[in-house]
């Protein structure tokens, strides 16, 4: 479990932080989700890198795969979520005429 070069931080009793250590702690992106454990047994993951949301799986190794891949896409070059979206550029306005 965590063998993914991500680290869990405990910050409550059956709650976690998940994030990148080789960038700085200051960091707010080093920061990839939050864990935290349900009464209902299911651990459910607030993402904080790619798309915002939630999901909820039946264990902590399920959500360890699925935060490790979501990341890896985060992080692959290409991936729509890897940057901060590129302004599109626009046409200067038209000068009456």
């Known amino acids: 479990m ?3 070069g991500l680290r869990w931080d405990e910050i409550a009793e059956d709650a ?3 994030r990148d250590p080789q960038r700085p702690q ?3 992106d080093a920061v990839v989700a939050y864990v935290e454990r349900r009464r209902d047994g299911d651990y459910e993951v607030v993402w904080l890198c790619g798309t915002a949301g939630t999901a909820a799986f039946a264990s902590l190794d399920d959500a360890d795969r699925a935060i490790t891949a979501r990341y890896a896409a985060h992080r ?5 979520t890897a940057t901060k979206p590129r302004p599109i550029a626009h046409r200067p306005p038209l000068s009456p005429a």
């Open 76 to 80: 692959r070059n290409g991936s729509p």
């Open 16 to 18: 976690w932080r998940v």
């Open 2 to 4: 965590h063998h993914t």
């Open 26 to 28: 200051t960091d707010a």
